[in-house]
């Protein structure tokens, strides 16, 4: 079980890839919201496994049950807790992997951290199932931030060196297409990065990515200095999703290679309102919103259960051996994951908020 306490809210997941289920409880919404069920739904079917012939063929369902904080569809300030069954589950393909930990792969430090107790069918408690629940609970908390006029979005940004317009550039109609679940900004790229998912799959490879959130019309002056700081909250919160590698907000690293004169983002009035020319930091300045909005990526590393012939060890004859993975795996984690980053930072500006 993984938990986490913020400043209001705190969320805790639980359950493994092939147990009997998976779950997820968050403590510290505020009552009195009704719930849009076709909007979490809707986020749930982007995430959903076997819907393309672009990720897993694993069919789950994923059809979620709330337990408590709602009534007759409302939120009710209790704790919420949200249940998925798990059903495809084909736990014969790990047989092997208990003794021949998958590279890349959390099998080994798992296995040392729990005394080779842990379960690694499917990845276990480790596995991007565990972001099915917070895909749902992610979803009533961007609906709670709708009521702020907040919205969050993202996209596919990168696919090796393919890459779509950034939301440091895109405009209000660019945001809107992605608010109404497009997985780009410029459908010109789309083709692209098809090819390059499809090309992986047949080679029994994977695929990395980056990809990009962005949260609008955030307001100013939430966040602290230091330790308090906006983007390591959401940093943190971000890392707890299965296969991220990176995160940056606005330019990022791009910074280390400009000067000052090039790099600041300058003020200006527009509208009556103290705004900035550019949004090179991301939104955020010492750790506190400047009112721009919220810009980060995320890189996310290929999928490590590939079918290609790898070296690994056998943990229960000390001896080098080839592994060949079977079983039903992404050939890229972030196009399922757009609905995740979304959700997890929604769950960090929202404790903010409140």
Known sequence: MSSITLKKLSLTIFGESHGPCIGGVITGLPAGHRLDFEKIDKDVLRRKPGKDGLSTPRN???????????????LTGAPLCVIIKNSDTHSSDYSKLADIPRPSHSDYPAYIKYNGFNDIRGGGHF???LTAPITVIGSICKQLLEKEEIKVVSHILRIKDITDKSLLDCNGEDIKKLADGKDTVCDSVVENFYKLITDAKANKDSLGAVCECGIINMKPGLGGPLFDGLEGKLAQLVYGIPGVKGVEFGIGFDFAGLSGSLANDCYCLKDGKIRTKTNNNGGILGGISNGENIVFR??????????????????????????EIKGRHDPIIALRALPVVEGIAAIGILDEIL
């Open 127 to 129: 596995s991007g199932r």
């Open 298 to 323: 995320v890189a996310f590393k290929p999928t490590p259960s590939i079918a290609l012939p790898q070296q690994s060890v056998n943990l229960k004859t000390g001896c080098e051996e080839i592994l």
């Open 60 to 74: 789950e369902e994923d059809k979620y049950e709330i337990v408590s904080g709602i009534k007759d569809g409302v």
